[in-house]
């Protein structure tokens, strides 16, 4: 068990609709990070929050979107959904911003997305 | 893309050591070379970085030339839990963006 947690672990739904996916992080971890692994694309970075704020992007539709609250657990949006949406999706959090040495990732157990 | 380039696949005997091969030509003086491992469909595991020293944690060991272009993470002595894939990922110190390749699928058998 890493200590992050992910809500749901499983999400199925249709093309053209809305979901949020929860994360929240190990206790202490200020750093928020998404993933998404579907089986053509392999594990993608999508986007880092820390403490509230947008760290770095990486592949991330426009239809995503991402935010960190207060208290530091994170949701993603995704939105008009399409078939290729269809993955898993990794919530990771680390102690520290980018950079630096041992501010190793623990990723939590992913909510696996199915549209229909 | 990925900087780096592992075998798609390899099977280890069960207390056997397995010796993972990663290769990263590319590499640059300030990114490290960071190994995860993913079981079935759960979320990755951090297992062990380095920069240019041998490193060894409770999990495994890394081996990384001298010239830093290659690296071999090795579990020494595999069990059935160990059967995941494997990444290899270089990752400059500026940076917590990790990027995955392909991994190497490591099959532990009895």
């Known amino acids: 068990d890493s200590g992050v947690t992910q809500t749901p672990k499983h999400l199925i739904t249709a093309t053209g609709q809305r979901v949020t996916l929860r994360c929240s992080p190990r206790?202490?971890?200020?750093?928020v990070y998404w993933y998404q692994q579907s089986l053509d694309q392999g594990l993608q970075f999508l986007i880092q929050?820390?403490?509230?704020?947008?760290?770095a992007k990486g592949n991330i539709l426009e239809r995503f979107s991402a935010q960190q609250f207060p208290d530091l657990h994170s949701e993603l949006n995704l939105s008009s959904l399409e078939l290729g949406d269809s993955a898993l999706y990794f919530c990771?959090?680390?102690?520290?911003?980018?950079?630096?040495?041992?501010?190793?990732?623990?990723f939590g157990p992913g909510t696996r997305l199915t549209v229909l | 893309d990925a900087k780096t380039t592992q075998p798609p696949s390899m099977d280890c005997a069960e207390g056997r050591a397995a010796n993972l091969p990663c290769n990263h030509s590319?590499?640059?003086?300030?990114?490290?070379v960071y190994w995860y491992r993913q079981i079935h469909s759960q979320g990755p595991q951090y297992i062990i970085h380095?920069?240019?020293n041998n490193e060894t944690n409770e999990m495994a060991s890394l081996i990384i030339t001298e010239d830093r272009k290659s690296s071999t993470l090795i579990l020494p002595h595999a069990t059935l839990r160990d059967t995941a894939v494997y990444y290899c990922?270089?990752?400059?110190?500026?940076?917590?963006?990790?990027?995955f390749g392909t991994g190497t699928r490591l099959q532990v058998f009895p």
């Open positions: 990771a959090s680390s102690v520290r911003p980018a950079g630096g040495v041992g501010n190793e990732q623990f």
């Open positions: 206790s202490g971890d200020l750093s």
């Open positions: 929050y820390y403490n509230g704020e947008e760290r």
């Open positions: 590319t590499i640059s003086g300030n990114e490290y």
């Open positions: 380095g920069l240019k």
């Open positions: 990922i270089v990752r400059p110190l500026y940076t917590d963006k990790l990027i």
